[in-house]
């Protein structure tokens, strides 16, 4: 299904992670801060969640137990259906050489767990309204 942009529909955003309590926290803060958020458990239901919904933003971990998230991003900037969503990076792999590649790979933001819920929102809504022809 594939949404419209702009109107007064909020953001959609896809966080895929494998740890069912992070998932499930990201989901409460990112509906509270006003997006409709989704989740996924790992790189390939994230892949198909994606190219299904095609959110407006994807929020992903690297360590995931069936393709890290590299695979995933990459699958996704190979893939006409998904390579426009911009991706963010949510990791505990806190170390300069990871943000390095990230950024290679084509990553839209990257962040360090924890990370700030007003910060993530607000990198999300940039990133969403970077995308919209008639900005929010």
Same mark, same amino acid.
């Given at each position: *299904?594939?949404? *419209?942009? !702009?109107?007064?529909? %909020?953001p959609v955003v896809l966080v895929v992670d494998d740890h069912e309590?992070?998932?499930? *926290? %990201?989901?409460? $803060?990112? &509906?509270s801060q006003g997006f409709n958020a989704m989740a996924a458990v790992g790189g390939e239901s994230g892949f198909v969640c994606a190219s299904e919904q095609q959110p407006d933003v994807i929020v992903t971990d690297l360590a995931m137990p069936d393709g890290d998230g590299w695979l995933f991003v990459k699958r996704l900037a190979s893939d006409a259906r998904t390579k426009h969503i911009?991706? #963010?990076?949510? /990791? @505990?792999? @806190? /170390? =300069?050489? $990871?943000?390095? &590649?990230?950024?290679? =790979? !084509?990553? +839209? @933001?990257?962040?360090?767990?924890?990370?700030?819920?007003?910060?993530? @929102?607000? =990198?999300?809504? &940039?990133? #969403? +309204?970077?995308?919209?022809? %008639?900005a929010v």
């Open positions: *299904m594939h949404r *419209m942009s !702009g109107g007064n529909r %909020s309590d992070t998932r499930q *926290m %990201s989901l409460l $803060v990112l &509906r911009p991706v #963010v990076m949510l /990791t @505990a792999c @806190a /170390t =300069e050489t $990871v943000r390095q &590649r990230a950024a290679q =790979e !084509g990553v +839209a @933001a990257f962040f360090f767990k924890p990370c700030s819920p007003d910060v993530l @929102a607000a =990198e999300l809504r &940039r990133l #969403v +309204a970077a995308r919209a022809p %008639s």
